[in-house]
């Protein structure tokens, strides 16, 4: 008798022809051999999958040059198919799930044709965890089964582990013909089934990662009580050498990968990564909040990331540890065969190749490395893992920070007065696009949790949400808000970042351990200067208190656009959330 996944695949098989099906085991010894036929079998645009790099320089690592029109997630494609519109809200594209599904069946109708349909079993959390999730994926590059088995913990377990149940976690995924007028990808949350047709990019084709473990996990939490976030897990070790775990949402470009892995600028403190773009958070007996990271492995952004603003993830990239590492449309140095990017250390390669695979030199007005290449590496690679990464339960957490891109307004750090104020400040939450992503630099997007494109329900029923999570929190962590990007009278950032970050994180991990007091604003609570480490830094005192200036007269504008903001979601939107908007209205009123 075949079993439930058995039935699944075939019925898939059915669809999409392909001429092979490929019952992934997630070993090691199957990735070389995935890899040798990305090298020599597969192609993409006329590339090989993959290329193997300068094994010297960049052990275990390849190169993968996507189609040229294959770059990104494509959110004007992305659809999640309530039932009922209305579930979706504004924040979501919308599709019956019948007219959804017979779009897809077209499209997907001998897609495999002429390929191989690897099946990948994998678990999102870790196998023992309650909280974790079983799931299938199908797919028809290899490209797509390395990064999962890099990105989520693949096995065959999987499998036995799911036995005869029906309710795991589906995703159908072939990059068809790369045509970007049949590109979809549809979730469909009642299902837990993602199907993703046209785009091998990561958050379109790695279907463990945004589409389910935030989109329909979002949803599930929303009905089973729990949270699915586009947060950070970290812990940070204080000079006695106690840990405090905290989780951090923000939006792209906000520096949430570097807050993941931050090298300390203060001596005696250490940060221990724990994850870098999800989490999620389970009420745990003790009515504390817990968050485990889905994810297995580190998805990030190339350029830019250098041993000044990122040594650690260099270190990361470097390990000779998981195999393999994914380097994906960045530049190739053809002297050393070595990935390169913009912003990486030492001086440009003297003959580099573009994304594109052309010629590139520096006095060409374009970028070498695409502005959205990305390696894709095994978190067990990075130096500072914690050793509570593994812990089924997830860890405690005492702090959650929320953070945007302003160069006005919004102060360095801000304590919510509760988990309600807090809520609020997260919902609030706006970023300033930078020039890279749009070509309109600072324009003020809201983006709430830093979930926006990944809320996979309507947003105000997202926030009530929330709320009621605090009520079941019997030792809610501390709310914050955080802002490295004020500027100062000459538009220069006043706050130095990166690794000085630790000078906040320590000013939180203080305030939830009860060790110093904050002063009263109409925005929340901010530090006493005094207990504000900033030695070293030489900031004048008249800049530093710019960092947490609060103009009235500056702030009008910005109830305008969050009214607008929260009025979308109409009566979705919590009595709470408006509760919150009129008091502080009325506190910086003029
Ligand atoms: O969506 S991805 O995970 O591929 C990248 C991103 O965060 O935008
Ligand atoms: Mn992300």
Redesign the pocket.
Known sequence: MATPIERWVEEQARLTKPDKIYWCDGSEAEAHRLIEVGMKEEKIAGNPVFQELNQNNWPNAYFHRSHPTDVA?TEHLTYVCHPDKEIAGPNNNWMAPEDAKSLMTKLSDGCMEGKTMYVLPYMMGHPDSPYAKACIQLTDVSYVAISMRIMTRMGKNVIEKIGDRNDFVKGLHSVGDFDPDKRFIMHFPDEHFVWSIGSG???NALLG??CFSLRIASWLGYQEGWLAEHMVILGIEDPKGNITYVTAAMP?ACGKTNLAMLESALPGYKVWTLGD?IAWLNVGPDGRLYAINPEAGL?GVAPSTSMKTNPNMLRTLKADKFYPTLFTNTALDTDKNEPWWEGLDGSTPKNLLDWQGKPWNSAKDTKAAHPNSRFTVSIYNSPTLSKEFDNPKGVPISAIILGGRRTKLIPLVIEAFNWQHGVFLGARTGSETTAAATHKEGVLRRDPMAMLPFCGYNMGDYFKHWLNIGKKLSHPPKIYSVNWFRTDDNGKFIWPGFGENIRVLKWIIERVNNRVSAKETPLGLIPDLEDLNVEGLNIPEDKLKKLFEINNSEWQAEFKDMEKFFNQFGKHTPAEIWQEYKTLSKRCSI
Request: net charge positive; no cysteine; glycine share 22%.
């Open positions: 997630r990019y990561g958050g990662k945004k792209s773009d998805f």
